[in-house]
């Protein structure tokens, strides 16, 4: 089982930047899909997208599609949120969790869950 820790994460301005990293250990991270995961204030965990094993194919939510890009490197265990042109209602707590049967990573499946981190974007 991965065990997983999130880095980044804080304040940002709308229309900027930032990234954010989900980094595995415990078990070999290429064998996982990752996926990104948010929830705001009083919400549900919605998912923001997901990269399967060895980043061949990638999936968005239609709220991120074209701003946010994942990415990954597996000699580091670790996994890439990159997310541009940033909008207030980005403001959320993200998650990455992993899934190691799937190519695509669902809240109902995953078998292990980061720390989550608080992204807010305000001026």
């Known amino acids: 089982q991965v065990q997983l820790v999130q880095s980044g994460g804080g304040l940002v301005q709308p229309g900027g930047s930032m990234r954010l990293s989900c980094t595995g250990s415990g078990d070999t991270f290429s064998h996982y899909s990752v996926g990104w995961f948010r929830q705001g204030s009083g919400t549900e965990r919605d998912f923001v997208g997901s990269?399967?094993?060895?980043?061949?194919?990638?999936y968005y939510a239609d709220a991120v599609k074209g701003r946010f890009t994942m990415s990954r490197d597996n000699a580091k265990n670790t996994a890439y949120l990159q997310m541009d042109r940033l909008k207030a209602e980005d403001t959320a707590i993200y998650y990455c969790?992993?899934?190691?049967?799937?190519?695509?990573?669902?809240?109902?499946?995953?078998?292990?869950w980061g720390q989550g981190t608080q992204v807010t974007v305000s001026s």
């Open positions: 990269i399967s094993w060895e980043g061949g194919n990638t």
């Open positions: 969790g992993v899934d190691r049967f799937r190519d695509y990573v669902r809240a109902e499946t995953s078998s292990s």
